[in-house]
């Protein structure tokens, strides 16, 4: 990922360029770690945007969904 894909990202996700201007300072020096980003990212009050916590998609509750009645392919004639 170049440090224009970052930006770019940062930039989607609302963050100030005041404040990604100081976090690509901070990477430049340490290393551009998508976990590090985030970091700083949440620190400074945004949410996490390189990392996905996928403990939170197992929160996922089915009672949204309704039971869907599937028909027969076949026709069923009754007298």
Same mark, same amino acid.
């Given at each position: ?12 996700? *609302? ?14 020096? %340490?290393?551009?770690?998508? !976990? ?8 400074? *009050?945004?949410? %996490? ?8 998609? !197992?929160?996922? !509750? ?7 009645? %599937?028909?027969?392919? %076949?026709?069923?004639?009754? !007298?």
């Amino acid at each position: 990922m170049n440090v224009s894909d970052v930006v770019f990202e940062m930039e989607l996700a *609302g963050v100030d360029t005041a404040d990604i201007a100081s976090i690509v300072a901070l990477c430049e020096s %340490k290393g551009f770690n998508s !976990d590090f980003i985030d970091e700083e990212l949440l620190r400074r *009050g945004y949410p %996490k945007v390189f990392t996905i916590d996928y403990d939170e998609y !197992d929160n996922f !509750d089915n009672d949204e969904y309704y039971s869907i009645e %599937k028909f027969p392919h %076949k026709h069923l004639y009754e !007298d």
